[in-house]
């Protein structure tokens, strides 16, 4: 009389082959790097508002222009 599990344990070891190759799928794709965000639109900025932010920027980070003169300068800038 044949027995009949062997079709049961065949159909196991496939959900195990199958649920492995998509648990190993999930997992490489958990490792891989986080793609850089994309740039800032630019607002239509020129280059040279963009470098005047950055110098003023350092200059605040720098501790020579206080909070408030930062944003009076960037005000300024953007012709705000």
């Not at 986080?34 to 239509?44: F, N, Q, T």
């Not at 920027?57 to 953007?78: N, P, W």
Request: charged share 20%.
């Amino acid at each position: 009389m044949p027995r009949r599990s062997s079709g049961i344990v065949r159909t196991a070891a496939k959900v195990g082959v199958v649920s492995h190759v998509v648990g190993g799928a999930k997992q490489k794709q958990a490792q891989q790097p986080a793609a850089a965000p994309a740039p800032a639109p630019s607002a239509g900025m020129t280059q040279d508002q963009v470098n005047r932010l950055k110098e003023i920027a350092q200059l605040h980070d720098q501790g020579v222009l206080t909070d408030a003169e930062f944003q009076a300068q960037k005000q300024q800038i953007l012709g705000g």
